[in-house]
Nanobody, 127 residues
Framework: VQLQASGGGLVQPGESLRLSCAGSGVSLNYYAIGWFRQAPGKEREGVSCISGADSSTHYADSVKGRFTISRDNAKNTVYLLMNSLKPEDTAVYYC?????????????????????WGQGTLVTVSS
């Protein structure tokens, strides 16, 4: 199983980016896919997650209303559209798979629930 995260880059505050998480070696259709981020000197935190069963979603409070997660099963890819980016969104973003999906986002964002991780893509928001 391999996950390829891409789409990061350098943008100015207020701009948008769309991250992609492409799967190979496995169909992502039945997995919950989570996006996490880790800023320098900080712990990894959950950003968003989408279930495999019905595409239910979770968002961290810090990104609600700005980020949108979606999946294209035909392309075996999950996306994270990030609008109105802020400097505090600067981090390496990772996608990961989980066979579990909890209604409680505090549980769903626990990293140990995730089995396979992509390599990360850097998002830098700076003027």
């Amino acid at each position: 199983v391999q996950l390829q995260a891409s789409g990061g880059g350098l943008v100015q505050p207020g701009e948008s980016l769309r991250l992609s998480c492409a799967g190979s070696g496995v169909s992502l259709n039945y997995y919950a896919i989570g996006w996490f981020r880790q800023a320098p000197g900080k712990e990894r935190e959950g950003v968003s997650c989408i279930s495999g069963a019905d595409s239910s979603t979770h968002y961290a409070d810090s990104v609600k209303g700005r980020f949108t997660i979606s999946r294209d099963n035909a392309k075996n890819t999950v996306y994270l559209l990030m609008n109105s980016l802020k400097p505090e969104d600067t981090a390496v973003y990772y996608c990961a798979t989980s066979l579990l999906y909890y209604d409680d986002p505090d549980i769903q964002f626990l990293p140990h629930l995730y089995d396979y991780w992509g390599q990360g893509t850097l998002v830098t928001v700076s003027s």
